[in-house]
C-alpha cells in the first residue's frame, strides 16, 4: 500500500551538515503532515519537525535554527536539511507521514513510519 523510504544518514564531523530525504510510494491520494523524529540510543523518540502540505512548519526545541523542513509535494517527499551539527544530534532518524491511500473502491488514512535512517555526529 504505502511505504516511506529515507535516505542520506551517515557519519559527518561536528559543524557539519547533512540532508535527509524521505520517499513515499503507493497508492497515495494525498498527504497531510510529514514529519521527521529521532531516537538516540537510552531515550524516547522526539520530534525533530513537521510539515503541513501547505508549508507550515513546527520545530522541537532543540532544533530550532539548526534544522528544516520541506517537503515537495508533487514528489509525496519530505527534507531535513541539518546544519551545525552537534555530537548531541547523534541518532536513528525516522520519517512520518500522514496519508490517505486508496485500496479497491475505498480510501483510508492511516501514519506510516519510514524504517529510519543512523546519523552519527563526531566530536
Known amino acids: 500500500q504505502v511505504q516511506l523510504v529515507e535516505s542520506g544518514g551517515g557519519l559527518v564531523q561536528a559543524g557539519g551538515s547533512l540532508r535527509l530525504s524521505c520517499a513515499a510510494s503507493?497508492?497515495?491520494?494525498?498527504?497531510?503532515?510529514m514529519g521527521w523524529y529521532r531516537q538516540a540510543p537510552g531515550k524516547q523518540r522526539e520530534l525533530v519537525g513537521t510539515i503541513t502540505s501547505g508549508g507550515s512548519t513546527n520545530y522541537g526545541d532543540s532544533v530550532k535554527g539548526r534544522l528544516t523542513i520541506s517537503r515537495d509535494n508533487a514528489k509525496n517527499t519530505v527534507y531535513l536539511q541539518m546544519n551545525s551539527l552537534r555530537p548531541e544530534d547523534t541518532a536513528v532518524y525516522y520519517c512520518n507521514a500522514d496519508v490517505t491511500y486508496y485500496r479497491g473502491a475505498f480510501s483510508y488514512r492511516d501514519g506510516y513510519w519510514g524504517q529510519g535512517t543512523q546519523v552519527t555526529v563526531s566530536p
Open positions: 503507493g497508492t497515495i491520494l494525498s498527504i497531510a503532515a
